[in-house]
């Protein structure tokens, strides 16, 4: 929308303000600034003419450099969105009560307060209102509340305070906390399945195996730079009773199975008995045995059951009972048994962890790959597929522009010319992402495409020029020159009005600028190096070609020209142009 309604205003109303302005003569006003830079830049670029592979060469560079740092820089879905909080996921102890879960929950909030930028701690113990987290109450979620950023102390940002927040709470025994933000912890729990941005899936029958690899994934990713927050996502084994009806026995002592089942269940378990109404509400009453006849297997075993002959007989003479480890939670994918290994990200770009990550657990970590499978998961699937889709757009808008612009010039190697400023434009995006320490994301990968529009601009803008200023019937190198400078400043005004422009959104640091940041730094710091190259390279590389096209019969008037402008001041009048330029030795 915002281009058709630049196109509109272009078409319609730029005309008619035009008239409007140029009705009546007026004296001509010269920049004193801008006639200085012209006369410095008409001398450079006599001096780039004269020798081509002063220009050429830092052009094809400046090209192969695009390429290294596009291949080395990171990748990732999207760039830290700050949401102005942090959300905790803590894992107590596996198997603590109630009461002692509530009492480290106490000591978890008091702990987090004491950062002067926190303002409010919330937790929640145990399982979510809806129950879609099957979470017992050794896990705790919390949600911490900072100050706005303007009343921090100078030069502390956000993961600074995580930093210091993670080294003490590794220092609290009992604790394994992962951080997070509201918002994306949803987010990364409905991707992947798990409360991190990254998860490590380890499918398989076995229990023990399948824990066995998770443990060594866990280990691997530990050692790897970037990770943090390592954790199986599921809770380790705990100790159960488990208890085995002796059915010989039973049948000796006159003992039914279902009384047996019916103890266990009522006894220990509890059943529903009545009901209490309390307006519309209704709530079982349940009734069990004490907890001190219930509370160890000892005394589990010395419950009575009632024999044929009215005999009481303990429930350790009918059943065996004995303390094993046993899973405390079996999750299924697909109907497929599996552990989850949840790992967030700090100080690293996603791709190259990843790829670090995906080749060190495959070399060592062993494990039957036929029965067992390792899959990843998390943002690096969007991160994928938004590649894929740009690796779709990208080539299909530069074909289009390509078209574009061999229908408004008509050559080839003019639009072929002009579309040789994208590669070249890419360089100062590249370095600008690289300097400030972001990474290649969505955000960014807008703003390239936006700076490729600037640059081909800027280019059109040039070359259309330098053809009207060789329609005039000046030779092929003095119109260059004089071409190239009466555009010298429609191309330096679109470069500036887009860099003021967007110079406050690459610096701002407010919550909700995280996205635009990117984008922003890409497109300023593109144009700073798409502009140089525009006025240096491509009027060489245009006269090249076209002297080239042109055959050898140009190569007279290109030294005359440069015999001329090195010898003595000469003035040279573009025809139709209304400017007369200056070439100066």
Known sequence: YALAGAILVALVLIPGLSLMAFKRPRPLFHNPLLVKLESVYQRQLQ????????????????????????????????????????????????????????????????????????????????????????????????SVSLLPYERWPKGLHKHDLIEKMSARFEQLPGYTIG???????????????????????????????????????VDVLQDTRGASDVAIDQ?????????????????????????????????IGGRAVAQLFQGERRYDISVRYVPEARQSPQ?????????????????????????????????????????????????????????????????????DHAAYQVQWGGQFENQRRAQARLLVILPITLALIFLLLYAAFGTLRQAALILGTVPLATLGGMVALHLRGMTLNVSSAVGFIALFGVAVQ??????????????????????????????????????TVATIGLLPAALAHQIGSDVQRPLATVIVGGLLGATLLTLLV????YLLIERRAAGPADDSDHDAALS??????????????????????
């Open 47 to 142: 001096l780039l003419i004269a020798r081509p592979a002063r220009a050429l060469v830092p052009g094809a560079l400046a090209a192969v450099l695009a390429l290294v740092l596009g291949a080395t820089i990171g990748r990732e879905f999207l760039p830290y969105l700050d949401e102005g909080s942090i959300w905790l996921q803590v894992q107590l102890p596996p198997g603590l009560s109630f009461a002692r879960a509530s009492a480290m929950a106490d000591e978890l909030r008091a702990e987090v307060l004491r950062y002067p930028q926190v303002t409010h701690v919330v937790t929640q113990l145990g399982r979510n209102d809806d129950g879609t987290d099957p979470w017992t109450p050794s896990h705790i979620e919390c």
């Open 458 to 495: 800027n280019g059109v803008i040039m070359v259309s020029h330098l053809n009207r200023t060789r329609e005039g019937g000046l030779p092929l190198t003095e119109a260059v020159i004089v071409g190239a400078v009466e555009r010298l400043r429609p191309v330096l005004i679109t470069a």
């Open 299 to 367: 005394a589990i075993g010395d419950l009575l059951l009632g024999g044929s002959g009215g005999q009481r007989i303990p429930l350790s003479q009918v059943a065996r009972l004995e303390m094993l480890t046993g899973e405390s939670t079996i999750t299924r994918e697909s109907n497929r048994r599996h552990l989850t290994v949840k790992v967030n990200l700090r100080g690293r770009d996603l791709s190259s962890f990843l790829a670090e990550a995906q080749r060190r657990i495959e070399a060592e970590v062993s494990y």
């Open 235 to 267: 809770e380790p084994p705990l100790p159960q009773l488990r208890i085995a009806v002796d059915r010989e026995a039973a049948a000796r002592f006159g003992v039914n199975v279902s009384d047996i089942a019916e103890l266990i269940e009522v006894g």
């Open 538 to 541: 491509l009027p060489v590389a």
């Open 179 to 217: 951080f997070s933000q509201p918002m994306i912890d949803g987010v990364n729990d409905k991707i992947a399945g798990a409360h991190s941005e990254l998860v490590v899936k380890v499918y398989g029958e076995s229990f023990s195996e399948t824990r066995r690899i998770a443990k060594g994934v």
């Open 564 to 585: 001329a402008g090195a010898v003595a001041p000469s003035s040279v009048s573009v025809p139709g142009s209304g400017l007369d330029a200056g070439v100066h030795s």
